[in-house]
């Protein structure tokens, strides 16, 4: 999962307090299927709040808008019916900036 990460842009570090945070951590990308977009920035606005001593972290634009991209690439594999392995092997920069793309795309088409 910390590779995974690294592909966010997020350091060591931090990707052990995302996976570690209690009660709000990532361990692995099957749980992204039960996460929304807003889940996602939801768990990143409060781990931000809370102390690096007490599991939080703080995370930028472009490392939120990648685990959203993260977050919309594993729910666009599920409704593919393809295989999400724990491992995110297939998780690579260009199918992150791929997933931004398209979650770009997404976005506008939606908005009045």
């Not at 001593?53 to 995370?59: A, D, I, K, P, S």
Request: aromatic residues 6%.
């Amino acid at each position: 999962m910390r590779d995974t990460l690294a592909v966010c842009g997020i350091d060591v570090a931090s990707a052990n307090r995302v996976i570690d945070t209690k009660g709000d951590g990532v361990d692995s990308l099957q749980l992204f299927a039960v996460l929304t977009g807003k889940d996602v920035e939801t768990m990143i606005y409060n781990a931000g709040r809370r102390q690096v001593n007490q599991g939080g972290y703080r995370l930028g634009a472009i490392q939120t808008k990648r685990l959203k991209a993260l977050n919309w690439w594993v729910h666009a594999r599920i409704r593919e019916q393809e295989e999400v392995n724990g491992y995110g092997v297939e998780w690579t920069i260009a199918a992150c900036q791929q997933a931004i793309l398209l979650t770009d795309i997404e976005r506008t088409t939606r908005e009045p």
